[in-house]
């Protein structure tokens, strides 16, 4: 068997093994590397380039809408973490405490942070005084420690990367909006950048962010028909602002509390990314996040000609794309499944007799699709290419959602939807959380959120048959 052929092979397949396919890629791919520290991995340069790509982008939209950015200590003391009462007792579970500095036992222990809502309501406590300071408009790239029972590379460790936004208002309905504003920005992300469709909508009150007002999130599902949360911003409303007394005099010079929100998106999109478009070959990447989206394979690299000509090619490239040449002694075949597996979304071959008809093959990473093309205007017909390729990930992923996605109107056939279709159920639900924490307790499906988008799909609650207030999608999770 050739070395490549084997390279392939070596991927579980994901109809045989989901996990172990997901494990395969992280670690086949160049993504993680496994440390001694359980739940804690090392993102090797490729996958922090992914990360990057996603950072640059998101960072520059919060600019635009006149976010700063800001850092917070990783250190916050017991005392300050237990002012909001619900805040602490969400998070108690899963926060990593520091007992010792040195060989010395702390007089007040510090949790390493699990997120910083406390920190922020502290810092704006002192800056904020008068209307005129607000609104604050704030976010920090850092990152944050739980303590998880289960981890999984990007998808749930116990460090990980994120943003997390943290914005003060004067009232009520600004603070709603932000809310509202930022869970749009993840949205049209993920869609236009990542070519992951979404779901949008409310949690609902057992879901919802310890010591928010209201949770809104953005769903996405993964190829195994499982969800995967993939943002979330919420309304804090006054909460945080009267535990921890932020004010500011307004323009008849009355105190007032401000309104908060807090939203974020983590490093767990990356996983998001490898579970809607990898394939058994290895990644599949959106050309507008993929840290490479061209890679140029020379063939018959000895013979006269050809290295330069590709090098040429990737120098024209690199003007308006990321190209990259692999001008290494390996064999193309090695190459062509190194790159499969990397998912770099166009592969770009030329060998001499490519170069005496002024062309060369573009192979979509996609598709597997061959097409040869002239070298006039090269930069211009991969651009484009690069785009449909954008779009076609984005449409393959939408018709396996849809395809995926199911309505149950009574009980019986919730159940067994969710046992023998993975994906998401829409139903009809009457509000209470016992019918929810019955579901869970029968199924495993959680509420993923309550849509913006309602349908009415009858009267009645799938679990209990009283009246129904909200149509629900439903689903297993990540």
């Given at each position: 068997m050739?070395?490549?052929?084997?390279l392939?092979?070596?991927?579980?397949?994901m109809?045989?093994?989901?996990?172990r396919?997901?494990?395969?890629?992280?670690?086949?791919?160049?993504?993680?590397?496994?440390?001694?520290i359980?739940?804690?991995?090392?993102?090797?340069?490729?996958?922090?380039?992914?990360?990057e790509?996603i950072?640059?982008v998101?960072?520059?939209?919060?600019?635009?809408?006149?976010?700063?950015?800001?850092?917070m200590p990783?250190?916050?003391?017991?005392?300050?973490?237990e002012?909001?009462?619900?805040?602490v007792?969400?998070?108690?579970?899963e926060?990593?405490?520091?007992?010792?500095?040195?060989?010395?036992?702390?007089?007040?222990?510090?949790?390493?942070?699990?997120?910083?809502?406390?920190?922020?309501?502290?810092?704006?406590?002192?800056?904020?005084?008068?209307?005129?300071?607000l609104?604050?408009?704030?976010?920090?790239?850092?990152?944050v420690?739980?303590?998880e029972?289960?981890?999984?590379?990007?998808?749930?460790s116990?460090?990980?990367?994120?943003q997390?936004?943290h914005?003060a208002?004067?009232?009520?309905?600004?603070?709603?909006?932000?809310t509202?504003r930022?869970?749009n920005v993840y949205?049209?992300?993920?869609?236009q950048?990542l070519?992951?469709?979404?779901?949008?909508?409310?949690?609902?009150?057992?879901?919802?962010?310890?010591?928010?007002?209201?949770?809104?999130t953005?769903?996405?599902?993964?190829?195994?028909?499982?969800?995967?949360?993939?943002g979330t911003?919420?309304?804090f409303?006054?909460g945080?602002?009267?535990a921890f007394?932020?004010?500011?005099?307004?323009?008849d010079n009355k105190?007032?509390?401000?309104?908060q929100?807090?939203?974020?998106?983590?490093?767990r999109?990356?996983?998001?990314?490898?579970?809607v478009?990898?394939?058994?070959?290895?990644l599949?990447?959106?050309?507008?996040?993929?840290?490479?989206q061209?890679?140029i394979?020379?063939?018959?690299?000895?013979?006269?000609g050809?290295?330069?000509?590709?090098?040429?090619l990737?120098?024209?490239?690199?003007?308006?794309?990321?190209?990259?040449?692999?001008?290494?002694?390996?064999?193309?075949g090695?190459?062509?499944a190194?790159?499969?597996m990397?998912?770099?979304?166009?592969?770009?071959?030329i060998?001499p007799?490519?170069?005496e008809?002024?062309?060369?093959?573009?192979?979509?990473?996609?598709?597997?699709?061959?097409?040869?093309?002239?070298?006039?205007?090269i930069?211009?017909t991969?651009?484009a290419?690069?785009?449909?390729?954008?779009?076609n990930?984005?449409?393959?992923?939408?018709?396996h959602?849809?395809e995926?996605?199911?309505?149950?109107?009574d009980?019986?056939?919730?159940?067994?939807i969710?046992?023998?279709?993975?994906?998401?159920?829409?139903?009809?639900?009457c509000?209470d959380?016992?019918?929810?924490n019955k579901?869970?307790e029968d199924?495993?499906a959680?509420?993923?959120?309550?849509p913006?988008?309602?349908e009415?799909l009858?009267?009645?609650?799938?679990?209990?048959?009283?009246?129904?207030?909200?149509?629900?999608?439903?689903?297993?999770?990540?």
């Open positions: 050739s070395k490549e052929k084997k392939v092979e070596e991927i579980t397949s109809d045989e093994d989901f996990a396919w997901y494990t395969d890629i992280v670690k086949k791919a160049d993504l993680i590397e496994y440390t001694s359980k739940g804690c991995c090392v993102f090797r340069p490729y996958a922090y380039a992914l990360w790509n950072q640059h998101l960072d520059s939209k919060f600019k635009e809408l006149g976010h700063e950015n800001v850092y990783m250190f916050i003391p017991e005392s300050l973490l002012k909001e009462k619900d805040h007792e969400g998070f108690a579970p926060v990593a405490w520091v007992t010792h500095g040195g060989n010395e036992k702390l007089q007040e222990r510090m949790c390493v942070r699990p997120t910083s809502e406390t920190l922020f309501c502290e810092h704006y406590k002192n800056i904020i005084q008068s209307h005129r300071d609104p604050k408009l704030y976010n920090q790239w850092c990152s420690v739980r303590w029972k289960t981890t999984r590379p990007f998808l749930r116990m460090e990980f990367l994120w997390e936004g914005t208002h004067a009232t009520a309905e600004e603070a709603q909006e932000e509202i930022m869970l949205a049209d992300f993920c869609e950048y070519a992951i469709p979404v779901v949008k909508g409310r949690k609902t009150d057992k879901e919802k962010f310890a010591g928010a007002v209201a949770t809104y953005i769903e996405s599902l993964m190829h195994d028909g499982k969800a995967l949360q993939s911003s919420h309304n409303g006054d945080f602002a009267k007394g932020i004010q500011y005099s307004d323009k105190l007032q509390h401000v309104f929100t807090s939203w974020g998106v983590t490093t999109l990356i996983g998001a990314i490898i579970m478009h990898g394939d058994n070959s290895g599949v990447l959106p050309p507008k996040i993929a840290p490479k061209v890679m394979v020379p063939i018959a690299m000895h013979k006269e050809v290295k330069e000509k590709a090098q040429e990737c120098d024209t490239l690199k003007k308006t794309l990321r190209a990259d040449i692999d001008l290494s002694d390996k064999t193309p090695w190459k062509f190194e790159y499969e990397k998912g770099i979304p166009v592969r770009l071959e060998g007799k490519d170069i008809n002024n062309s060369c093959v573009l192979v979509r990473r996609d598709t597997g699709e061959k097409i040869a093309a002239s070298l006039d205007n930069a211009e991969v651009a290419l690069l785009e449909d390729i954008q779009n990930l984005f449409t393959k992923a939408l018709e959602r849809n995926h996605t199911y309505t149950a109107e009980y019986d056939s919730f159940k067994e969710v046992e023998t279709k993975p994906g998401f159920v829409k139903s009809m639900w509000g959380e016992a019918c929810e579901i869970k199924t495993g959680t509420a993923r959120c309550m913006f988008e309602q009415n009858g009267t009645k609650c799938v679990c209990c048959g009283k009246e129904a207030k909200k149509m629900v999608y439903w689903g297993r999770a990540y």
